[in-house]
């Protein structure tokens, strides 16, 4: 559970980095590349977490 925690304050954090830089930065091919690395942030962040839960699920339970 800590490790969940501790990605999605993680990626809420460059999430945060992201969207400021891109509102600063008038720029659309910039915007394509930072929207393009946010989603991949949180496709690999879901993907984490569901590799977690099946592990967590394979053992019996414990932490996450």
């Known amino acids: ?3 969940v925690i501790a990605g999605l304050v993680g990626v809420g954090l ?5 969207g400021y830089y891109a509102y600063r930065v008038h720029s659309v091919p ?3 590349v ?3 690395a946010a989603l991949l942030a ?3 962040y879901v993907g984490t977490v569901r ?4 592990r967590n699920a394979d053992l019996g339970g414990g932490e996450a």
Do not use: T, Y
């Open 51 to 54: 590799e977690q839960i099946r």
């Open 1 to 3: 559970m800590r490790d």
């Open 14 to 18: 460059f999430l945060l980095f992201v």
């Open 34 to 36: 930072l929207a393009i």
């Open 42 to 44: 949180l496709a690999d």
């Open 30 to 32: 910039l915007w394509v």
